[in-house]
């Protein structure tokens, strides 16, 4: 049902990772290309990772998805995440696939792909534009079949120059999301209408032919009367379930079911795009957001703020049942959240300094007193995960990591990085006694009240962001820092001007929220790969540049097997905490939600997400009964 985008960023106070809006379904959160499951030059209705496709050829519909769902009415929610040019509280463009402007949510429901995910996969792709798929012996040809039923809303056809257009248009124009790992694709052809064949390099990563595969189609007649490269606010062309229905910028934006969508009945698809409207209305502050929630502005509600779910929730239409209330299991790892030093700047660079800021973030007394103490705290960048490193490294971990002993901290060879817990205090006295011989041995010198860095500049810190969610959060590790002589201060800037910044990495420390998923591929290289941090608008936000970790993605990216793959993937963990490059937050691995007691849903949840714009549906009796049924 969905056009696929790069890994999404959460909203930098979420503490699930939730997938919507602009995503790559299930399987483009971190995969690889098939091998065992699409045997050579046989044709096949999927791709897979190391193993079978979960669903055989002909199956009837989704697992979770219920085939005599009701269509009509409407779901009405925020934006929870974000993927390429889009931000949080704003939008001036609906092209969501290059760098320049603020993208609208939810432009991904108007473009097909290839083939689409099942979210009860980690890592499987099934047909959707392309009924079917056959490999090359070397795995360097993908020759995609097109169904020739395939059409645009206009009524034109979906041909095989219409894929080939949008990848090398992605190629060379695209957010460098997309160009980046783009750059195996070697050639892509059209073989008449219904037959396209992409080649690779040979030395591309496991991932490419996916992402290919999942990536939005758009139609070539449109753009040969249209700059692809620019902003714009007329609604393009697509060929999915949804079409750009009302907006107003900056407010809101709208999306319309289309009734004779042309593959509305296929087996992937059926059960699925329910409601007649899908929206996403736009507030730039969340209390405000909220507040507009329990007046029933918009009826579907993610919660990311613990106090608001333990406190927040006294209101009305949740006391009388009209609002619902629940806690959803999220089996995917739940990701990575912290606040990441741009390492580009000179008082960033020493990795001691980096490790004693970390030691003035106190979280138990965080989770204790802002947060109910719900949440653990994040150790791994892959938490919760088999890839998440612990202990020393084994022997099979070691194997990659000799190389590069010379150079590496020798803190990699021990026990794997786990940031220290305090008293509970909110200044625990010995972190920061340990903190301050840190910065001491880093050449950092206290002059009064204040730190001095080893050139004689004053050691200060600016944390930048676009709303004030985190602020007692960073407010509390604010007052530990300025006990250390450390100048911080916390910032609010516009969404615009925050999406600046960042692009153009002008800033000291930013709250970041990724996750790689069950098989982490090309997403790898995008937010820690040497290449990126050079590259405007990559997710390497922290200026990461070491050849040991550039050589163990690479490796990553190549595994043929799981167990070679998390093997990898553990030491890649270890590199990085040992660098410090972050002061991890904390998780908890389910998804609060709240919404207006208008849905119906199927039996069977998703492993892997919420689907609850796909596979959810408005029940006309209930609505009646909340006082909302017009909305």
């Given at each position: ?26 399987i ?16 096949a ?14 199956f009837?519909?989704l697992?979770?998805a219920d ?5 009509g ?8 995440n ?6 949080f ?15 609208a ?40 079949s ?18 080939v ?37 040979p ?21 040969a ?25 900056g407010?809101?934006i ?81 990701g ?8 580009r700047r000179?008082k960033?660079?020493?990795p ?14 965080t ?18 995960s ?13 194997k ?13 060879f021990?026990?794997v ?6 008293d ?34 004053p ?7 676009f ?19 450390i100048?911080?201060?916390y ?79 553990k ?20 998804h609060l ?16 997400g919420?689907?609850?714009?796909a596979?959810?549906w408005?029940?006309?009796a ?10």
């Open positions: 049902m969905t056009a696929k985008l790069p890994p999404t960023i959460t909203r930098r106070s979420s503490l699930a990772l939730a997938l919507g809006g602009f995503v790559f379904p299930t483009l959160r971190g995969t690889a290309l098939a091998q065992a499951a699409v045997p050579d030059g046989v044709e209705h999927g791709l897979s990772v190391f193993g079978d496709l979960g669903l055989p050829a002909g009837p519909h697992p979770y085939p005599v769902a009701p269509k009415g409407q779901i009405v929610l925020q934006i929870s974000t993927a390429g040019n889009q931000n509280t704003t939008f001036n463009t609906l092209n969501a696939f290059i760098l320049k402007g603020d993208g949510a939810g432009m991904a429901l108007i473009f097909d792909s290839l083939m689409t995910g099942n979210a009860d996969e980690p890592d499987a792709l099934y047909g959707l534009v392309a009924k079917s798929v056959r490999v090359s012996p070397d795995k360097t040809l993908y020759r995609f097109l169904r020739k039923e395939a059409r645009f809303h206009d009524g034109s056809p979906l041909t095989a120059k219409d894929v257009f949008s990848i090398n248009i992605l190629k060379t124009k695209g957010h460098p999301s997309f160009r980046m790992p783009l750059r195996d694709v070697e050639s892509a052809e059209a073989e008449g209408d219904d037959v396209v064949t992409v080649r690779f390099k030395t591309r990563s496991r991932e490419a032919p996916l992402l290919v595969a999942g990536l939005p189609i758009f139609s070539a007649a449109y753009y009367k249209q700059p692809f490269d620019q902003t714009s606010l007329e609604p393009p062309l697509g060929s999915s379930a949804y079409k750009v229905g009302p907006f107003v910028q407010r809101y709208s999306f319309t079911r289309v009734p004779d969508y042309w593959a509305k009945d296929l087996p992937i698809n059926i059960g699925t795009a329910n409601f007649d409207t899908v929206r996403y209305e736009y507030f730039a502050d969340r209390k405000i957001a909220f507040e507009a929630f329990k007046a029933g502005v918009f009826t579907f509600r993610e919660e990311f703020t613990s106090a608001t779910w333990a406190t927040g929730y006294n209101f009305p239409a949740a006391t009388s049942g009209r609002v619902k209330r629940e806690t959803l299991p999220d089996d995917t790892p739940n990575t959240q912290g606040w990441f030093f741009n390492t000179d960033f660079r020493d001691r300094i980096r490790e004693a800021i970390g030691y003035a973030f106190d979280f138990k007394w989770n204790a007193n802002l947060m109910y103490g719900v949440y653990k705290r994040t150790v791994s960048y892959f938490q919760n088999p890839m998440e490193a612990a202990g020393a490294p084994g022997p099979d971990e070691l990659y990591l000799e190389p590069f002993r010379a150079t590496l901290p020798p803190d990699v021990g026990p990085y786990v940031p220290p817990e305090s509970g205090s909110g200044a625990d006295r010995a972190l920061l006694k340990k903190a301050l011989g840190l910065l001491e041995a880093a050449g950092c010198k206290r002059q009064g009240s204040t730190l001095l860095l080893p050139d004689g500049k050691l200060d810190i600016e944390f930048l962001d709303d004030g969610g985190l602020e007692p959060h960073t407010g509390a590790f604010i007052r530990n820092l300025r006990l250390l002589g100048d911080a201060r910032r609010i800037v516009d969404a615009a001007q925050y999406k600046r910044r960042t692009d153009d990495f002008d800033f000291d420390v930013v709250t970041q929220r990724f996750g790689f998923g069950f098989t982490p591929g090309e997403s790898l290289r995008d937010v820690f790969g040497s290449e990126a941090a050079k590259i405007p608008g990559s997710r390497n936000l922290c200026g990461i540049t070491d050849p040991a970790i550039d050589n163990l993605i690479a490796k990553a990216l190549v595994a043929d097997t799981r167990e070679t793959l998390t093997t990898v993937c030491d890649i963990d270890r590199v990085l905490r040992a660098g410090h490059y972050w002061v991890p937050m904390w998780n908890k691995a389910n939600v709240a919404y207006w007691d208008l849905f119906g849903r199927p039996a069977q949840n998703p492993k892997y919420l689907n609850e714009i596979t959810w408005y029940d006309e209930k609505a009646k009964k909340t006082d909302l049924s017009t909305h």
